[in-house]
T-cell receptor, first 113, second 115 residues
Framework: AQSVSQHNHHVILSEAASLELGCNYS??????LFWYVQYPGQHLQLLLKYFSGDPLVKGIKGFEAEFIKSKFSFNLRKPSVQWSDTAEYFCAVFRGSNYQLIWGAGTKLIIKP | DTEVTQTPKHLVMGMTNKKSLKCEQH?????MYWYKQKAKKPPELMFV???????INESVPSRFSPECPNSSLLNLHLHALQPEDSALYLCASSQDFPGGGNEQFFGPGTRLTVL
């Protein structure tokens, strides 16, 4: 089945640790890729997006993601996390064929101070 | 103004009640969305309006009735809901639809509890 997979449902890190959250999708063809974040008690907001061009995209708050077409992946990274990065992170893929944003299950990130 | 506002923040209703959720954006976006989000799950698309016309209805039960009175407003009318409909209801907007998957701006949601 066509899907978006986020491999880790829960990640716990200490402050200053490096972060990588995995996202894989199973669609062929052209896709647009997104990472959204939902901080506790706050609304979903866009971290970064990839439509075309440089496969390494930079987003807000020091996050970046790399699109690897051959691996159908769009992993999110941050070199040094902060306690304030504690949140739920969602990867999403837009396919033009069904005009829908398909969401991964989310990764709950907890940063220990 | 990059804000999507939703009212009310919280709503508790009985199974026989009729209530409405409201959403507003002033970014000039022409697409608006309703999502349902259960705890620890991603948002599930319910409806998409594009230029004030319903473009997508994801087989949502008729007890949920969307309405788009103008390009800035989106309502969700609720009637005869079930306890399993309790969830966070999110409104979002984007520049247009499908637009290649433009960024969607989300509101804070309405936390609905059906007793």
């Amino acid at each position: 089945a066509q899907s978006v997979s986020q491999h880790n449902h829960h990640v716990i890190l200490s402050e200053a640790a490096s972060l990588e959250l995995g996202c894989n999708y199973s669609y062929g063809g052209t896709v647009n890729l997104f990472w959204y974040v939902q901080y506790p008690g706050q609304h979903l907001q866009l971290l970064l997006k990839y439509f075309s061009g440089d496969p390494l995209v930079k987003g807000i708050k020091g996050f970046e993601a790399e699109f690897i077409k051959s691996k159908f992946s769009f992993n999110l990274r941050k070199p040094s996390v902060q306690w304030s990065d504690t949140a739920e992170y969602f990867c999403a893929v837009f396919r033009g064929s069904n005009y829908q944003l398909i969401w991964g299950a989310g990764t709950k990130l907890i940063i220990k101070p | 103004d990059t804000e999507v506002t939703q009212t009310p923040k919280h709503l508790v209703m009985g199974m026989t009640n009729k209530k409405s959720l409201k959403c507003e954006q002033h970014m000039g976006h022409r697409a608006m969305y309703w999502y349902k989000q259960k705890a620890k799950k991603p948002p599930e698309l319910m409806f998409v309006y594009s230029y004030e016309k319903l473009s997508i209805n994801e087989s949502v039960p008729s007890r949920f009735s969307p309405e788009c009175p103008n390009s800035s407003l989106l309502n969700l009318h609720l009637h005869a809901l079930q306890p399993e409909d309790s969830a966070l209801y999110l409104c979002a907007s984007s520049q247009d639809f499908p637009g290649g998957g433009n960024e969607q701006f989300f509101g804070p949601g309405t936390r609905l509890t059906v007793l």
